[in-house]
């Protein structure tokens, strides 16, 4: 896909999310909000289901979370329009409730066509139903700060999921705000773990492991092509966006 075939891609699903009436929180919305940020990114945050201040707007993360994602996201030197940010359910929840196991199913789909579209190495997961919706059973106080493949059709396709407590979870909780201070500094390192993952899994499958000839000896056989090596360094940490990949697709 190009860039341009990847923007109206995503255009198309949020034209089908502002007019959905897949579930019951339609009806008591002012605005959907099908998510925002860059296209090309390899990184996808997953919060839970649109606020006040977002079902106002129609933009995810706008309120006082909001805010404070844009300020962790600062601390290990990403903007907001580095990466994507969208919801597990594109509508408010009345009075902020969690929202439904059955809203969380009708909405599932666009999230999903959301990733595949987008392609991230990365998702991280704001909050307990975001994650439950990536790795089901996984409790938040267990996993938070680290990362692991996808166990639900979500994926991310041979990428990783990067668990955080939610932003909000800081505003009521004030020793929560220090864990996700703490937390934050190991999203890029996730990242590069992802890229590798990645990198491994698509050198497998172009390169698959010929069957060993009887009795040949091993240095008649075809060398396997070194993977990159890794360069440490904060250059590594840099958010690439995909025309920086080395995977065009
Ligand atoms: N909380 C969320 O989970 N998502 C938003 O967009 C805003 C607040």
Redesign the pocket.
Known sequence: MTPDERRKALDAIADEIRDCTRCRLHEGRTRS?PGEGNAETEVVLV?????FN?DRQGQ??V?A??SFLTELLGTVGWRRDDVFIT?VVKCRPPGNRDPEPDEIGACTPYLRRQLDVIDPALVVT??RHSLGSFLPGARIGQVHGTARPGTTELGPETGLVFAMY?P?AALHQGSLRQTLLDDAPAIPVALLDARERRERIAAAESHPQPALPEAQPAAELDPQPALPEAQPGTDQLTLFTRDARTDPR
């Not at 919060?47 to 606020?51: A, L």
Request: hydrophobic fraction near 30%; avoid cysteine; proline fraction near 12%.
């Open positions: 909000v919060g839970e289901g649109p606020g977002e995810p993360f309120g979370a909001g919801n704001l909050g939610h909000a």
